[in-house]
């Protein structure tokens, strides 16, 4: 099993940045990709973003495409979201999640979900 904790939501304006994180713990060693999510309110839970574990390769919502950057550092076992230029349609719970593809979208090949960060951007 792999456990996940986000951290580095926040409540910023419209035009601002923030930095996601999200760490890894447990088994580790057999995950194949992370990705993150994010689900507002009334609405249904979508892709924003995924990497290899290993590869480093990443695929993005075309909504965030230009404005959103999935890192990862091995090492320390944690996913980055570098989110830039945010938008009030931004704002959403986002989770991380581990899954065997990265470029599945298919959100229920993907497991391990964390609690989720809220991310409220002001307009």
């Known amino acids: 099993q792999v456990q996940l904790v986000e951290s580095g939501g926040g409540l910023v304006q419209a035009g601002s940045s923030l930095r996601l994180s999200c760490t890894a713990s447990?088994?580790?060693?057999?995950?194949?990709?992370m990705g993150w999510f994010r689900q507002a309110p009334g609405e249904e839970r979508e892709f924003v973003a995924a990497i290899t574990w290993s590869g480093g390769s990443t695929y993005y919502a075309d909504s965030v495409k230009g404005r959103f950057t999935i890192s990862r550092d091995n090492a320390k076992n944690t996913v980055y979201l570098q989110m830039n230029n945010l938008k009030p349609e931004d704002t959403a719970v986002y989770c991380c999640a581990v899954g065997p593809d990265y470029r599945s979208g298919n959100l229920r090949s993907w497991g391990s979900w964390g609690q989720g960060t809220q991310v409220t951007v002001s307009s």
């Open positions: 447990g088994r580790t060693g057999t995950i194949h990709a």
